[in-house]
């Protein structure tokens, strides 16, 4: 322990680091953007998904702005009162809510220069004034819509702003509680200098009002919405709130304090709001979740221009809370969230609304800090203490297991607890304490050991020289038969390709498309054996044995198309040609080792396995694929879902050999996708037993689904020829192929 006593002090500081972020002393940036992708990760994974039929949003959307509907934005005030008379009287609706604001009185009907005319040329016109008089009502908009919104269940929205130019515009409404609900206590209200509100006239006859001001992060994502945001010393509710405020009869808004021996001069102990039977988790800002049950498109969107226009069935409306606000891009009422960085905000509202109405709220209460700051000063004690008395596998399986407990404590407290539980200050404090201690040993290792670690990594990818230097005698260079994967990718058409480019495109051309599809090999524990031109060789199951070789290669082949489609779009953007490549996949026993000649050696694998991969790649173009398996590596995967081509004898083999396309992991391919699998797979066995009716049956069915895939279009050929000459009881099906 004592030769370890320098290292240990500094991994304690190391701890220490952390736990200053995360107790607010200081902030470090990573950290929080870090905290803010798992959020986001987490809160994808869970989404419940589904559409939730309580909540509608009206849209303002593009098709209602058009000038054959009811025109650009701001719509005069008798065709908003008109639509509301429609919702409430003939529809049905429970509630409305507005996530736009009246600020502006409208003037559209001419109203105030009749007004001016009637107090100057025209004051002793009596005919003028008398029309004046009894035109005044019709003329009067905002008074029209003030009337339709008296006696009416319609909470109107607000903002609040603190720009250098912060102004009080309009009315807002009366504050839900006063300064004298939280004297004494030290809570981080979201404060505010200015506002736009309504029309003083609206908001007097509207059921409520409530801002529509989410929290923006520091990475520009809106997370939290303030259920009380403060305003010269008042409290004022969030437009969600207020909606089910209202739905509720309007109970009083009633803080929810922690009992008064958990609560100090720094924890103020307010941890949720109560609203009559709702209960609201709020964070130390006063500030909720916003629980997103999906992506866009969450909530049922119905556009205003099928309401006004009788479009809509009347029942499709009744009893729901209707939510009025805009989808349209020109309206600029889009926020980027964790679940779209293009997302209407009225659908913000709405996921509040639903959530207040289910008590359903993930909660990052204030005290979740200190839960956090005890988390990491066990955790680093406990590492920084054992760690340096460990060899660097069990220092690694140590750290791997306290990454484990404390994400699965953390999933826990997540999907048992509804909590938020920070994780990346603890993540990055195991990760930085692991990566401390192993650069320390490496810089104490023995020069034999770096020596081992130079001379190896003359032949295998740098990737995996630091695990084999861990155990060096566990490797070496000399040649043996191993069970390995084979990994073979070409480009198609390449030869065309370089006569299009100039020497210097080509030269960037392939060196982006081989530093893209290298790294998707590398990312996978591949060994990048060489290039042949723009060909690729690699291979898993050596110099570091891995059970699971058969299946990376199948993932990684169908990662490099995935990838590929990524580069495409680059390539097409420079004016290059379009791009596809061919990969071909096979497992079997192949002799690896340190090959070639006194000049020049190479860590490579050889073997009739290592031909067929080849020839597998060069099959693609014929089938029509992206990629094709051996069988060997068919029947080593399991979890993966495979699409049989067919039975070929290729050159250089007697023995047929079943060739396969992977479709995806299984489970997560589409159902559709799998239909289709399962009517080619009929139409191969049809095929084969030489059935051609039926075969052409399925082949017709199967191609409707995909029409583009030219591998049904192979077989229709065959059928085709095969009706010409039959091939006879005896055949077996198999496809011969003469060349490589």
Known sequence: ????????????????????????????????????????????????????????????????????????????????????????????????????????????SGLPVLDKLAKGRLKDVSQFQSALKELRPQLDYDGILAQTLKGRP?????????????????????????????????IHFTSWQGYGGNLPEFQANAAGAGHFNPLVDADGV????????????????????????????????????????????????????????????????????????????????????????????????????????????????????????????????????????????????????GTEVILLLIGGTSLSLL???LSPLKSTLVSLLAIVLITGLNVMVWTEGGMVLPLASSLLMIAALFAFNM????????????????????YVPPELVDQMAKDPERYSMEGKSEELTVLFSDIVGFTSISESLAPKDLS?????????????????????????????????????????????GVITAMAMQAELDKLRAQLLARGWPDIHIGVGVNTGNMSVGDMGSKLRKAYTVMGDAVNLGSRLEGLTRVYGVGVIVGPNTRQAVKDIVFRELDRVRVKGKHEPVEIFEPIGIDGQVDKKVMEEVDLWHKALKAYRAQNWDEAEAHLLNVQRMSPECSLYQLYFERIKQCRIAPPGPGWDGVTAFKTK
Not at 349 to 364: G, P, R, V
Not at 449 to 455: A, M, N, V, Y
Not at 530 to 535: C, L, Q, R, S, T
Not at 537 to 550: C, L, Q, Y
């Open 222 to 369: 809106s997370r939290r919405v303030p259920m009380l945001a403060e305003f010269h010393g008042a409290y004022y509710e969030a437009l969600s709130l207020a909606i089910v405020r209202v739905l509720a009869g309007s109970p009083k808004v009633e803080p929810g304090f922690a009992s008064e021996r958990f609560s100090s001069e720094d924890y103020s102990g307010l941890e949720w709001l109560k609203v009559g039977p709702v209960t609201i988790p709020v964070d130390d800002t006063v500030s909720a979740l916003i629980p997103f049950r999906g992506k866009r498109g969450s909530f049922k969107y119905v556009s205003l221009a099928d309401v006004y226009f009788d479009k809509v069935p009347k029942d499709e409306l009744r009893g729901k809370i209707a939510l009025i606000g805009t989808s349209a891009p020109g309206l600029l009422d889009l926020r980027s969230t964790p679940v779209g960085s293009v997302y209407p905000g009225v659908e913000i509202h709405a996921n509040m609304i639903t959530a207040m109405l289910d008590n359903d709220f993930k909660q990052k209460p204030p005290y979740m800090l």
């Open 508 to 552: 960037q051309f392939i060196n982006d498309y081989l530093t893209s599809m290298s790294l998707v090999i590398r990312n996978n524990r591949g060994t990048l054996d060489k290039y042949i031109g723009d060909a690729i060789m690699a291979f898993w199951g050596a110099p570091v044995a891995d059970p699971e070789h058969a299946r990376q």
């Open 154 to 186: 319609v909470v109107l929205g607000y903002y609040f702003n603190s720009d250098e130019s912060a102004v009080q515009s309009g009315a807002i409404p009366e504050p839900v509680l006063t300064k004298d609900a939280f004297q004494g206590r030290n």
């Open 439 to 458: 650069s320390w040993g490496y810089f104490v290792e023995s020069r034999s050991k770096r020596q081992f670690t130079e001379l190896f990594g003359q």
């Open 1 to 108: 322990m004592k030769r370890h006593i320098v290292r240990i002090a500094l991994g304690l500081a190391l701890m220490l680091l952390f736990v200053g972020h995360v107790a607010e002393i200081y902030n470090i940036g990573l950290i929080t953007r870090l905290d803010n992708i798992i959020y986001d990760t987490r809160l994808a994974l869970t989404m419940p998904g589904g559409v939730d039929p309580r909540v509608v949003i009206l849209d303002i959307d593009e098709r209602s702005l058009d000038k054959n509907a009811l025109g650009r934005w701001p719509w005069r005030r008798d065709k908003i009162s008109e639509l509301l008379k429609k919702l409430f009287d003939e529809y049905g609706i429970a509630i409305a809510g507005f996530d736009v604001v009246f600020a502006e009185p409208d003037e559209s």
């Open 387 to 389: 760690v340096p008395l």
